[in-house]
């Protein structure tokens, strides 16, 4: 999967979908643009957005843009600061624009370059908002703008299960691009490494066909070399959060 040169252009940002979180200077415009035209060719655009605040940024490549906030404010980085557990004097936000369903695979990995850019240039660490993991810079994987790799953007967990007798797993990560996340039950005593591997599988696939499969629809995952049947939708909240799941079974 890589970021098209054709799409529409954003209007609006998104929520964040990343902190960074970090000490010293910021980088300049000018740094961010070098380093990212060398990762991934560029061109990159970035300009101050002085409507909403002299630290905030507006990058773009091509038709897609990512918002950043290098820093919040005072405020809203201390509730931050308490929330991850973090020490760092500073911390900034990235946020993708606002795209079509079909093109937001798209701007969700051009914000994450953009997040990757400003951990390494700042040295800091990365929140990633949605799969709720901590990105130093040895973290994040150096990967061109033609290759996609689904464990860089979903992870696949195991939880407290409503059941007893099944244990319960799921993913983190498939709602950045505008889709349910999954939820797979196996019989309780199973290794769960096989378990999470299919989910992220059938996340990859999902992702690819770029919609949610309807309940009672089978899915090859030819990566997986198995077929899957989405057989119910429902929502839940662990620990508070709201996650809207498909459940998958084996065929």
Not at 16 to 42: A, C, H, M, N, R
């Amino acid at each position: 999967m890589k970021i098209r040169k054709k799409g529409p252009k954003p209007s609006a940002r998104r929520s964040p979908s990343y902190f960074i979180g970090y000490q010293g200077t910021v980088p300049s415009p000018e740094e961010l643009k070098t380093w990212y035209d060398l990762e991934y060719g560029g061109p990159l655009i970035v300009r101050t957005d002085e409507k909403n605040s002299p630290a905030a940024w507006v990058a773009q490549h091509g038709p897609w843009t990512v918002h950043a906030q290098m820093p919040l404010p005072g405020p809203q980085a201390n509730q931050l600061a308490t929330q991850l557990a973090w020490d760092h004097p500073f911390i900034g936000a990235v946020a993708p624009g606002q795209a079509s369903p079909a093109d937001l695979p798209d701007a969700v990995l051009f914000a994450a370059r953009l997040a990757r850019g400003l951990t390494l240039l700042t040295q800091g660490t990365a929140f990633d908002v949605t799969t709720q993991a901590y990105l130093n810079p040895s973290d994040w994987q150096d990967r061109s703008l033609a290759c996609f790799a689904i464990r860089d953007h979903c992870t696949a967990m195991e939880g407290e299960s409503p059941d007893k007798g099944r244990d319960w797993f799921y993913t983190l990560g498939l709602s950045k691009f505008g889709l349910d996340e999954l939820e797979l039950f196996q019989p309780t005593g199973l290794p769960s490494s096989p378990a999470t591997d299919l989910l992220l599988a059938v996340a990859d696939e999902v992702l690819r066909k770029g919609q949610n499969q309807k309940v009672g629809t089978p899915l090859n995952v030819p990566s997986a070399a198995r077929t899957v049947r989405f057989i119910k939708h429902r929502t839940v909240t662990p620990g508070g959060r709201l996650l809207i799941l498909r459940e998958v079974a084996f065929e």
